[in-house]
């Protein structure tokens, strides 16, 4: 089946070291999209990409990056994660035929600081 | 700019009906209904295009009403399965930035 893979499901950090979350999909979507979710709130928009065009949100911190080296894949670099970014990262996907296209969500990544 | 969700939360007995509104105050071109189960992904419903169509999911519909700009969710005849966050997320008319903007969620339990 075409999907939306996250790894790891789980990511323990040290609080201060870098850690790297990966996206995969197979459903050959122009669109890439990066949500932080804390508890009880909803997915809040971190950055997309349409292709390998990036799209940042104001309000997304520096130390938040990413990279897309190709359709399939897609990269959330963390640099110096803080107590305040565990969080599920979850990974979206969607289509670009035309502005109704629904969201495909990986089954996302845990991250706990330490 | 987000959507306000209401109500917060619901409990429903098994074959209740509810409601959850959506509501925004820019013109919206789309708005996408999402559940979410607890430590799972979102998983997507629907999608109401502006033009105030209708559509369903099981027995689960919705509406989108243009001038209100409102969308509302009917949960008809509630299932257990039904339990879950909603989330309506919503796309700006003349953005085209693939970008939603999602409610704070409506959480529902649905008891036996």
């Known amino acids: 089946d075409a999907m939306v893979i996250q790894n790891p499901r789980y990511q323990v950090t040290q609080f201060g070291k870098p850690v790297t979350l990966s996206c995969s999909q197979t459903l050959n979507h122009n669109v890439m999209y990066w949500y932080q979710q804390k508890s009880s709130q909803a997915p809040k928009l971190l950055f997309h990409?349409?292709?390998?065009?990036?799209?940042n949100e104001a309000d997304t911190p520096d130390n938040f990056q990413s990279r897309r080296p190709n359709t399939s894949f897609c990269f959330l670099d963390i640099r110096s994660p803080g107590l305040g970014d565990a969080a599920m990262y979850l990974c979206?996907?969607?289509?670009?035929?035309?502005?109704?296209?629904?969201?495909?969500f990986g089954d996302g990544t845990r991250l706990s600081i330490l | 700019q987000q959507p306000v969700q209401s109500p917060q939360a619901v409990i429903l007995r098994e074959g209740e009906d509810a409601v959850i509104n959506c509501s925004s105050s820019k013109a919206l071109y789309s708005v996408h209904w999402y559940r979410q189960k607890h430590g799972e992904a979102p998983v997507f419903l629907m999608i109401?295009?502006?033009?105030?169509e209708q559509k369903g999911h099981e027995k689960i519909s919705a509406s989108f009403n243009e001038k209100k700009q409102q969308s509302s969710l009917y949960l008809t005849a509630s299932q257990l399965s039904y339990s879950g966050t909603y989330f309506c997320g919503t796309e700006m008319a003349g953005t085209y930035d693939y970008k939603l903007s999602f409610g704070a969620g409506t959480t529902v339990t649905v008891r036996a």
């Open positions: 109401l295009l502006k033009g105030g």
């Open positions: 990409y349409y292709d390998k065009d990036f799209n």
């Open positions: 979206a996907t969607s289509g670009s035929d035309g502005n109704n296209q629904p969201q495909h």
